[in-house]
């Protein structure tokens, strides 16, 4: 079945610090993928996603891009905010045969990010 | 605007006892999924409504977990006779569009459930 595998945490950086938390995944079919954050005490929030091959997704400064060859779609971001602090969750999305589909999550990188 | 909203936000159960948990999606959205999500773990699918039908249970862990949508609105997550190993925090999500159209997923905070 579909599988998603994301570096284990805690990523600890200073404030200013180039940001990668990578990402690779396992699927039969053509998946979207999406990176989710959830930061403390707030619920999850879409941060960015890629539907296709070699399509970037991007917001808020991060970026990630969909690699096929790789399977892979890793975090980046060029310099980390205190604010950025969170739980990131990389996901997929296959729509397989049923017509519909549902995320599937990797266990989450939890980012600290110091003044 | 209002969104995804999950009652109650924290529950602690005894063992074996039920638990009802509520989800208020977002007005009109025909999506709605439950996660859960163990301590340390991303979130697992549970189960799929769309409008009122459940299209999707696959992700139950067992026949102890009940969903329902009566009306295509609300939705409960019950849970009969928990066990140590029902404790994680129970994600309700809901969405504009159908599952796999792209509409995006808004979340709500969660139900962290404790059995003790």
């Known amino acids: 079945g579909d599988s998603v595998t994301q570096m284990e945490g805690p990523v600890t950086l200073s404030e200013e610090a180039f940001l990668t938390i990578n990402c690779t995944y396992t699927a039969t079919g053509y998946p979207s993928l999406f990176w989710y954050v959830q930061y403390p005490g707030e619920g999850l929030q879409l941060l960015l996603k890629?539907?296709?091959?070699?399509d970037k997704g991007s917001n808020k400064g991060f970026e990630a891009t969909y690699r096929k060859e790789t399977t892979s779609f890793h975090l980046e971001k060029g310099s980390v905010q205190v604010s950025d602090s969170a739980v990131y969750f990389c996901a997929l999305s296959d729509r397989g045969a049923t017509g519909y589909s549902t995320l599937t999550f990797g266990k989450g990188t939890m980012l600290l990010v110091s003044p | 605007g209002a969104g995804v909203s999950q009652s109650p936000r924290y529950k602690v159960a005894k063992r074996g006892q039920d638990v009802a948990l509520r989800c208020d999606p977002i007005s009109g959205h025909v999506s709605l999924f439950w996660y859960q999500q163990a301590l340390g773990q991303g979130p697992e699918f549970l189960t799929y409504f769309q409008n009122e039908a459940q299209l999707d249970k696959s992700g139950l862990p067992s026949d102890r977990f009940f969903a329902e949508r009566p009306e295509g609105s609300v939705s409960t997550l019950k849970i009969q006779r928990t066990q140590q190993e029902d404790s994680a925090v129970y994600l309700c999500a809901s969405s504009l569009a159908l599952a796999g159209e792209d509409s995006p997923l808004h979340f709500g905070n969660g139900t962290r459930l404790t059995v003790t």
């Open positions: 890629a539907t296709k091959a070699d």
